[in-house]
């Protein structure tokens, strides 16, 4: 069983619209990350959560939103998706800060056409 | 942003070869990961690295940590088809980790 899920697996959006990805947890871990992987980027940070309303930008957070009421989700926005934004989007979620270990979903694949 | 870079960016051998990948940067990290990543899925973790000098074994792969907590290695002995993938390091920040771009290895049979 996995015990973090990404949904959808993949979507193709238009310009302008508002998407929402979803990332569910059965770990009870305190911290959830959004990523987004790009060739020649590899992996950057666009939101992280340290628990439930808590969370904080990373360094790509322009033209994203997330939220997290719950433990176990942590939905990410983009508000009026752009063609830059198409990507693959991925959370990860770690039970210890320091530690670091993290656990990644398996991502969603994101087209804005 | 802390910038890690990876060297080489791509990487193919044939079969039962050994290779070394490097990670690289001028900001020190109180510990680095190297995670491994197949197509079509997230980065799964190989290791973690915390003190200055460590080396630390997985089977034939073989991880080092520098003397300054800059730079790591990743070295594979007798490399299997099964080592194919791409490659992550990752140091670790304040709050988060940042990733290099990867080493994309191909181990031809």
């Known amino acids: 069983d996995a015990g973090i899920t990404q949904s959808p697996r993949h979507k193709v959006t238009e310009t302008g619209t508002p998407v929402t990805l979803r990332c569910h947890q059965t770990e009870n871990h305190r911290y959830m990350y959004w990523y987004r992987q790009d060739p020649g980027h590899g992996l950057r940070l666009i939101h992280y959560?340290?628990?439930?309303?808590?969370?904080d930008k990373g360094e790509v957070s322009d033209g994203y939103s997330v939220s997290r009421s719950k433990t176990e989700d942590f939905l990410l926005t983009l508000e009026s998706a752009t063609s830059s934004q198409t990507s693959v989007y991925f959370c990860?979620?770690?039970?210890?800060?320091?530690?670091?270990?993290?656990?990644f979903g398996s991502g969603t694949r994101l087209t804005v056409v | 942003t802390q910038l890690l870079e990876q060297s080489p960016q791509f990487l193919s051998i044939q079969e039962g070869e050994n290779l070394t990948v490097y990670c690289n940067s001028s900001?020190?990290?109180?510990?680095l990961q190297w995670y491994r990543q197949e197509p079509g899925e997230g980065p799964v973790l190989l290791v973690t690295?915390?003190?200055?000098?460590e080396v630390k074994k997985l089977k034939r792969l073989t991880f080092q940590f520098g003397d300054a907590r800059k730079d790591s290695s990743l070295h594979i002995t007798a490399a299997q088809p099964g080592d194919t993938g791409l490659y992550l390091c990752?140091?670790?920040?304040?709050?988060?980790?940042?990733f290099g771009t990867g080493t994309r290895l191909t181990v031809i049979p």
């Open positions: 990752a140091g670790a920040g304040a709050n988060n980790l940042f």
């Open positions: 959560s340290y628990g439930v309303k808590d969370t």
């Open positions: 990860a979620i770690s039970g210890d800060r320091d530690s670091y270990g993290y656990t």
């Open positions: 900001s020190v990290f109180s510990s």
């Open positions: 690295v915390v003190t200055g000098g």
